[in-house]
């Protein structure tokens, strides 16, 4: 089974909660899951908070850890004092990313309230180097 990869972008925070609690539910069921947060520019206690739950649901059905990618310094800073890195494996880049020369399905989250935010256009190939070991979504969400 491919990991799937869900991108996210902008800022989360309590306007966004309801959408956000919606969409990591979802999330929740799959079974390999990878967060990619590189352009996510904050996240604020209630979707932490959203994070957690997702996360308890998913050790519930004894899925593994899921995969935070970011480099992002104010997140890494949250993630770090809060231990969620003990929580979540946090990665740097796709690169470390297991499987992910293997091919991966991406799917769009919805951007977060910075209204400045946006998925890059070329996220494959950024992230990947190409875009053929990536099967996109049918789900893509508003960029």
Known sequence: M????VVFAGEYNVNSKARLHRELGRLSTKPQLVL???????????????????EQRRMVAGFGNTIIVTQTAVLLRIFNVLALDRIFRVVPSMNDVAGAD??????????????SARVPQDYEK????????????????SR
């Not at 293997?102 to 209204?115: K, P, Q, S």
């Open 2 to 5: 491919r990991p799937v990869v």
């Open 36 to 54: 990619d947060f590189s352009e996510v520019t904050y996240v604020d206690s209630t979707c932490v908070a959203e994070l957690m739950r997702m």
């Open 102 to 115: 293997e091919g991966l399905h991406v799917e769009y989250a919805f951007c977060g309230e910075d209204a």
């Open 126 to 141: 950024a992230r990947f180097g190409s875009a053929e070991s990536v099967s996109g979504s049918a789900r893509a969400a």
